[in-house]
């Protein structure tokens, strides 16, 4: 069974910054990971992905703000956002592909306040 952790989830003032931290307790070799959201009314969307040799992608809406790395021995990836918008608000979910299946953190609020 394939759990993933996230933390760091919080409320801040627009113009700031959080880290999010998601940890896969998994002995298999993990492909893709990255992070989702979901705004309330909203359907899921890619935040920013990064593969298991360190290229990312990134939505637009967050792209030169939000920064996703990993760190492989320990199956963690992170994401560095800076300059939080309030349209950034939304529940952000951590993301794992291994072998042919998806696997989802359980969410972590964030709240940007103007």
């Known amino acids: 069974q394939v759990q993933l952790v996230e933390s760091g989830g919080g409320l801040v003032q627009a113009g700031g910054s959080l880290k999010l931290t998601c940890t896969a307790s998994t002995i298999f070799t993990i492909r893709d990971m990255g992070w989702y959201r979901q705004a309330p009314g909203k359907q899921r969307a890619l935040v920013a992905s990064i593969s298991s040799g360190d290229s990312t992608n990134y939505a637009d809406a967050v792209k030169g703000r939000f920064t996703v790395s990993r760190d492989n021995a320990k199956n963690t990836v992170y994401l560095q956002m800076n300059s939080l918008k309030v349209e950034d608000t939304a529940v952000y979910y951590c993301?794992?592909?291994?072998?042919?299946?998806?696997?989802w953190g359980q969410g972590t609020q964030v709240t940007v306040s103007s």
């Open positions: 993301h794992a592909h291994i072998a042919t299946y998806d696997y």
